[in-house]
């Protein structure tokens, strides 16, 4: 069977062509009464529009980018997924696109990289103002950011020294012989600072109790579980007394510690308290007393800006939304 055309869609509603594109595009003047008899139309005649043909037209692609600094991580894959299937709903795709490397950075520095191709831009926890000229992203579509404050862009955040205030907080209700187990951040210009933020506030805490705390009790480990193990365990053979408590800055960390503390028989929420950052999705099942960020709200809100964005320009003021972290208690602190 033939493919239906907008010449078809004319004929059976008794129109012009360009009546029939006005509906289909969503521009200009058509009274409501021919609309309904066009939508009829299309309807009857099981009419599919083209998506590159409508976007010549628009100047939309129902397309959106998404930007990430890494794959394989839960947070990123939560805040991916949150994002693709909220604007599936909304009638768009999206394309990934994951900042791996200095030679691909200096691709999407450039204004025709396929990257800025699309209707918007979610970039989550980019540093623009290290990683582009001026602070800019090379494009004039919408850019929103995710988990990354700016002065420039649309943006939804959270701050990372208070999620460091919260841990110091806790685990000084159980003891102040206290220890850190943190990501070393590479000095790099993609470095987005949330792990030395969250240390930072968490020493904040202890220095304003009086609490001496020194780079001796600060541990760091890759983002794998098993050098995260290693290290918990290098941490707990080196404690000279208990209780004692140890701040994981993300929740793998935390799971680490946990596992290496009933490897050596400590009992954690007794011997050892352990308080981790994210929430995901098995913190629960292993106990994990942590400090929640919202993961899919901030998804959620960043893609109704940029959709926002799209259907209103760039005349509406910047939105800048900030979530707080939620302490989440359960048996380890």
């Not at 969503?26 to 309904?36: A, F, H, I, L, P």
């Not at 983002?223 to 004692?244: G, N, R, W």
């Not at 981790?276 to 109704?304: F, H, K, N, Y």
């Amino acid at each position: 069977m033939k493919k239906p055309t907008i010449k078809d869609i004319a004929k059976r509603a008794k129109v012009g062509i360009g009546t029939v594109s006005r509906v289909i595009n969503n521009s200009g003047y058509v009274s409501e009464e021919t609309r309904k008899r066009i939508e009829k139309a299309i309807e009857e005649l099981g009419y599919q529009p083209d998506p590159t043909a409508r976007g010549l037209v628009s100047g939309l692609t129902g397309m959106i980018s998404i930007v990430v600094p890494m794959i394989r991580t839960e947070f990123y894959d939560r805040l991916v997924e949150t994002i693709d299937d909220f604007l599936a709903v909304n009638s768009y795709d999206t394309v990934i696109f994951p900042l791996l490397s200095e030679h691909r950075l200096q691709r999407f520095s450039s204004k025709g990289a396929f990257l800025y191709r699309t209707d918007g831009i979610i970039m989550a926890s980019m540093p623009v103002h290290k990683l582009f000229d001026g602070g800019k992203v090379p494009t004039d579509r919408p850019v929103v950011l995710v988990d990354m404050y700016s002065n420039r862009y649309d943006c939804v955040y959270i701050d990372n020294v208070e999620i460091g205030k919260i841990a110091a907080d806790v685990l000084l209700e159980h003891t102040a012989n206290l220890y850190v187990l943190t990501f070393i951040e590479p000095d790099s210009i993609f470095t987005s600072g949330v792990f030395k933020k969250r240390v930072s506030g968490f020493k904040n805490v202890l220095r304003n109790n009086g609490i001496k705390f020194t780079k001796k009790r600060i541990f760091h480990s890759e983002l794998d579980l098993h050098y995260a193990f290693t290290q918990a365990t290098q941490i707990l053979k080196e404690m000279e007394s208990f209780p004692a408590g140890i701040f994981a800055t993300c929740d793998l960390f935390g799971y680490g510690a946990i596992l290496a503390a009933k490897n050596l028989g400590i009992e954690v929420g007794r011997d050892l308290f352990v308080i981790g950052v994210d929430d995901q999705s098995w913190s629960e099942d292993i106990g994990l007393t942590t400090v929640r960020q919202p993961v899919e709200d901030m998804s959620t809100t960043a893609s109704e800006i940029l959709l926002n964005r799209i259907t209103k320009g760039k005349s509406c003021k910047k939105t800048k939304i900030k979530f707080d972290p939620i302490i989440i208690r359960r048996l380890s602190a």
